[in-house]
């Protein structure tokens, strides 16, 4: 019975594991998302997570680590960040919003909102998120969705905040850059 869920953590860790190498530069700098060299992705680990997600959906059944693993499936399958399939991202969250509601799930929806509908439609899903005000990287988030409608000063404010906030010396290098990118 718990196989289908164990098929589907397996091929959440390892997605996540094929695309570490990417994550950060040579001087330990990270490395975002849509910045990355997918050919450091280990297409193999890809490949056994494809494996493992068709194994934990043969019986039928998901839980969150199945809808976990299908959102890491279409980042690590996509061929570049833009033929990423958002929509089927947003539809994943809303799943995972039903059955295991927070307000991180609730910031990466607005992120996949913003892709598809615009960051003005991903700004209106993040006001609406209570509970992370205190969290670097709601702010960061909000900094880059106000930089994409041309809110220089509101990004500004919503980049420091996440600065002031940010705890690793590599999200405060990332942070500082971006402020310096704004001036």
Request: aromatic share 4%; glycine share 4%.
């Amino acid at each position: 019975m718990q196989r289908p869920q164990v098929h589907a953590l397996l091929a959440l860790m390892i997605f996540h594991a094929a695309r570490s190498e990417a994550r950060l530069d040579a001087d330990g700098a990270i490395v975002l998302l849509q910045d990355q060299d997918r050919s450091r992705w280990d297409r193999a680990l890809i490949a056994l997570g494809n494996e493992h997600l068709d194994h934990a959906f043969a019986e039928g059944r998901s839980s969150t680590y199945h809808i976990e693993a299908a959102i890491a499936s279409l980042h690590a399958n996509a061929e570049a960040y833009a033929r990423t399939d958002w929509a089927s991202i947003v539809g994943l969250y809303d799943r995972l919003l039903v059955s295991r509601p927070s307000p991180i799930v609730a910031l990466n929806r607005a992120v996949a909102i913003a892709e598809t509908e615009g960051a003005a439609r991903g700004l209106e899903e993040l006001a609406a998120i209570a509970g992370l005000e205190q969290q670097h990287i709601y702010h960061a988030v909000r900094g880059e969705l106000l930089k994409r409608v041309a809110d220089r000063s509101g990004a500004h404010s919503a980049f420091a905040k996440a600065l002031e906030l940010a705890r690793s010396p590599a999200e405060r290098a990332l942070l500082q850059a971006k402020l310096e990118k704004l001036e």
